[in-house]
């Protein structure tokens, strides 16, 4: 199997005894789109710095792109991972938002042309092209995080993290942001990685790694995980819009089926309502 990344048996506490990541392992494909779902405390962000080595293990194995993460691949393995932070403050280094686009760009030796033509191709993908020579601290929380979700994308990384990288955004922003990362996924091969308690972003995974208390409670497809209620509800996370109606429509004694799909709900509505 292709894995682009594999964690075995991963075990890693901030203090002794802990156990924040207790024993887990997971694999990802290569070109998947993998949802690290959790409430609040999960250690969803701690598994994002376990993968790229900012944090380092207790014990087990990570292998990324065939290497393991040891001291020796630690470069090796940052290379081919682009992450967001879940607070975009702890990503700005530049004087204006070109240059923080810009500095992963110039990491990577891009001749200055080729970089100009990516940092504003990727600045109006994330429509932040009239702030480029803005200064990033005196920017919204969203706008934060569109550039540096603007800087991650436009290295075009084999695996991108994005923890809870559009949190700040408004739910239209939110929609688009992870569409445009859907739509470069797909043009361009990466494997996604996106750490969330948003059920509606979860649902675009191919898969959910579905976290509580540092160890995985299970893992299977976003359809089948984001439509069992009693599992959701036990580790108070929200159920699906579409789903929280159909369910309460059902429970009322009316016939529909109950979906994960919002587009899907309306066209059940609309026929309800013809019959009425
Ligand atoms: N730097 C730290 N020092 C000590 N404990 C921490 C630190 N960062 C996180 N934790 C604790 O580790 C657990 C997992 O945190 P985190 O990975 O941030 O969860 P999530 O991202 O799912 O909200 C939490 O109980 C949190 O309080
Ligand atoms: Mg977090």
Redesign the pocket.
Known sequence: MDHMIEVKNLSFE??EG?H?IDNISFNIDKGNYVAIL??????????A?LLIGLLEKKSGDIIVNGYELNMENLYKVRESIGIVF?NPDNQFIGATVRDDIAFGLENMCIPHEQMDDLISTYAKKVHMEDFLNHEPTKLSGGQKQRVAIAGILAMSPSIIIL??ATSMLDPIGRREINTLVRELKKEKDMTIIS?T?DIEEAKYADQIIL?NK?KIVKTDRAKDILSDIDLLSQLKLDIPFALKITNGLKEKGISIKNTLDNKDLEQQLCQLRSKM
């Not at 959790?38 to 598994?47: D, F, M, Q, V, Y």
């Open positions: 901030y203090d802990l924040t959790g409430h609040n405390g999960s250690g969803k962000s701690t598994i710095k879940q923890d809870e750490i308690h976290l540092g």
